[in-house]
């Protein structure tokens, strides 16, 4: 099998490599960013491409985009996405046309070596792989108001979002760092269904919280 990895921290793409290489998988190539990773696929027609769903250069929706268009243009090339939460509205979307040669798993699922080949393996032979946490979340998207997907801690950075704390106040008040934070507001957005294009995303989870 011949592969593609796509993931922008360095660390990661140096150990996925190792880890494929050292069962056996060829690795293609290591790319970093969404563009590149298309014209890899292009150059050298991979089985299976490992795809995070945040890369730069904004670092919301690029990777998963990507795969889109690479479901699209080469069907024949399998797609197994990495990301560190779940984000249920990417998940919808990459399975919403057509479920085979499909992936989606959580990072920390890496650390089981023997279970991420088996899950590309599956995917690239034409199957489905889906981290159990997904496949929860999938579940609570149809069955529930997307307000109670939040965690406690989004719901309490939501609730300072609500009233008109910025991002460093929030970080001060909970006692976590700007970064964590703006994950934390990253995770609300796509639990609520707000896309990078829907506008002011701050403003719109804020009045979902308001409304209910």
């Excluded at 690795?27 to 970093?32: D, E, K, L, S």
């Amino acid at each position: 099998m011949r592969v593609v990895i796509a993931e922008d921290s360095v660390l990661l793409q140096a150990g996925l490599a190792r880890l494929l290489g050292l069962a056996g998988i060829d690795v293609a190539a290591t790319v970093g960013d969404a563009e590149t990773l298309l014209a890899a696929v292009a150059e050298h027609r991979p089985d299976a491409v490992i795809v995070d769903v945040r890369m730069p250069p904004t670092h919301t929706d690029e990777g998963v985009k990507a795969a889109l268009v690479i479901r699209r243009q080469w069907p024949a090339v399998a797609v197994l996405i990495l990301s560190q939460y779940v984000e249920e509205r990417y998940a919808a979307d990459l399975l919403s046309a057509n479920t085979s040669k499909v992936g989606y798993l959580l990072k920390d699922r890496v650390a089981d070596v023997a279970e991420f080949v088996d899950a590309l393996h599956r995917v690239a032979g034409g199957g489905t792989a889906l981290d159990p946490e997904v496949v929860a979340q999938l579940l609570l998207r149809h069955t529930s108001d997307p307000l109670d997907r939040l965690t406690r801690r989004e719901r309490e950075v939501l609730t300072l979002m609500a009233q008109g704390h910025a991002n460093a106040d929030i970080a001060r008040t909970l006692g976590i760092s700007d970064s964590a934070v703006a994950k934390h507001i990253n995770a609300i957005f796509a639990k609520l269904d707000l896309a990078p294009g829907d506008g002011d995303r701050r403003v719109l989870a804020v009045l979902r919280f308001l409304a209910r």
